[in-house]
């Protein structure tokens, strides 16, 4: 039991991934954001959530973050035997507070621990998770509202903010930025919430303006190229037909 227990960061990248046993998240210092089965959720200093065995979670640490990890797989004695009624903490997923007695109990643990003969884990363990338990049938845990993990994305300001900025060179980091997140976590989101990848979103809009540009005016393919941020006339004469399939002339044929 005393290897399940870990006080470690959590990668400042996006991670996902679901494990055989159940486990249990709490912050020690910095914030951590998760997604459990859809559920959003910040994990702060003397927060935690409840993770349930085999079920798709993302995470991602923020800045200089250390967090308490305890795995339970389904043998652990601290839910089972007489202890069985704590398994239903990880019915379904749960994020929580420590209340000022719980936050004494946790600096004990962690200082229990770091002892080189200590109690035993898995009494540490259980003690933990009948308080948790206990305050759960008092007051059932509910997720807290996520900063960024799991906030929708507004397409439509990020259309405004790439309309904007046609004539420059622009980069998935670009528009990661303007709402906060890793690179790698808004790339995914955007593609589940649009369809379409960051890059994909950027070229649409660029071309969507060649179109407007070339039908309603005689200015020069070089000029529309330079305000929809094509390097030249010949990259947006081919972006351009693999998105109409034909030339841009062809519309001023028509």
């Known amino acids: 039991m005393n290897d399940a227990i870990r006080l470690t960061p959590l990668d400042n990248a996006i991670q996902h991934h679901h494990h055989a046993h159940h486990q249990i998240v709490i912050g020690l210092s910095g914030y951590a954001e998760f997604e459990i089965a859809g559920h959003g959720g910040v994990v702060a200093p003397l927060s935690g959530c409840l993770v349930p065995a085999d079920v798709e979670h993302y995470y991602e640490g923020v800045g200089d973050n250390r967090q308490l990890i305890i795995d339970l797989p389904d043998d652990a004695n601290a839910i089972t035997g007489s202890h069985r009624a704590l398994r239903a903490l990880f019915d379904r997923p749960g994020y929580f507070a420590l209340d000022e007695s719980l936050q004494h109990y946790l600096h004990f643990l962690v200082q229990e621990m770091a002892r080189p003969r200590h109690a035993p884990g898995e009494m540490l363990v259980t003690t933990l998770l009948s308080s948790i338990h206990a305050r759960h049938h008092a007051a059932p845990l509910r997720p807290r509202v996520p900063r960024r993990l799991a906030r ?3 397409i439509e300001a990020l259309e405004q903010f790439v309309k904007a900025r046609l004539d420059r060179p622009l980069s ?6 303007t709402v906060s997140l890793s690179e790698a976590h808004f790339s995914e989101r955007f593609r589940v919430q649009t369809g379409l990848s960051p890059y994909q979103f950027i070229l649409r809009l660029r071309l969507e303006r060649v179109h407007e540009l070339v039908s309603a005016t005689a200015m020069p393919l070089t000029e529309i190229a330079a305000l929809t ?3 030249n006339p010949s990259a947006l004469s081919h972006a351009f037909r693999r998105r109409y399939g034909h030339p841009p002339t062809t519309l001023r044929r028509a």
């Open 152 to 154: 929708a994305l507004e």
């Open 172 to 177: 998935v980091s670009d528009l990661a930025r």
């Open 229 to 231: 941020g094509f390097a």
